[in-house]
């Protein structure tokens, strides 16, 4: 683990969270005993899976200090203005821009908005939405990231990443009633196109686990909320921010600072 704390990592971050998303998806389809609310309580490892594994990897590969990296990103909140606009807005322009290429195109509508009081499925879905996306950065951006940008550069690091981020929701393709079950491998090129965006905050924040978790439960949220956006507009979209963003900032670092190191 010392020797190779990436790989044990995404060894343990997968088969945390897969304990949790196999058994949510038996039990979505009535096989026993996954059924059962005992066997659902293993979903929580879905959510903490990746924080779980980098706290472990951490303990045992650095200590204390590798553990004390995250506090850090966590409470990194001194980014400026600007970036928390970012973050709580980017997802609304991305998606409003993704409606209408929706329409222009007259493709087909992959996104429902729910129904009844949305005030509450709104202010509820934040919050259980902020925690699970932060324990997912945590791992992903806090631990992963930084790392491999230390051997790549953050155009390759953030490849590495976003594949193995979207292999890593493979389970919820067969999710009774999950969106990714309908258009899998347009989930997946989504995913790992949509890491760009997150290698830019992360990097431009010098490593806010903050700024790319609030990025990411913004991004859910009004992904829920905001109606008639295609999963195909939506990756068209996603592929041309990337793009941009390699064009603009650079494979090097992917922002204006210089990448995030540690490890």
Request: hydrophobic share 55%.
């Amino acid at each position: 683990m010392k020797k190779h704390p990436v790989t044990w990592f995404y060894i343990l971050a997968f088969s945390f969270s897969w304990l949790g998303m196999i058994s949510a998806a038996l039990g979505s389809r009535d096989i026993a005993p996954f059924d059962s609310p005992y066997f659902q309580l293993f979903s929580i490892f879905y959510a903490v899976g990746p924080a779980l594994a980098a706290v472990i990897v951490s303990q045992v590969a650095y200590g204390k200090t590798g553990v004390q990296e995250f506090d850090k990103g966590l409470i990194q909140w001194r980014v400026g203005l600007v970036w928390y606009i970012v973050a709580v807005l980017g997802p609304v322009v991305l998606l409003i821009a993704a409606q209408v290429v929706t329409k222009l195109l007259s493709l087909p509508v992959t996104i429902a908005v729910p129904q009844g009081n949305l005030s509450f499925f709104a202010i509820f879905g934040f919050v259980i939405n902020f925690f699970a996306n932060t324990c997912e950065e945590i791992g992903w951006r806090g631990f992963a990231l930084p790392r491999l940008q230390k051997r790549h550069n953050a155009l390759t690091a953030t490849l590495i990443v976003g594949i193995l981020w979207g292999f890593w929701h493979l389970p919820l393709v067969f999710l009774v009633g999950n969106p990714m079950s309908e258009f899998p491998f347009l989930w997946f090129i989504m995913i790992v196109t949509n890491a760009f965006i997150y290698t830019w905050i992360y990097n431009s924040t010098k490593g806010s686990i903050l700024l790319v978790a609030l990025f990411h439960g913004s991004l859910n949220i009004f992904g829920a909320f905001i109606p008639g956006v295609s999963a195909i507009s939506y990756v068209l979209l996603n592929c041309v921010v990337a793009i941009i963003l390699i064009a603009v900032f650079g494979r090097t670092n992917l922002s204006r600072r210089k990448r995030v190191c540690a490890g």
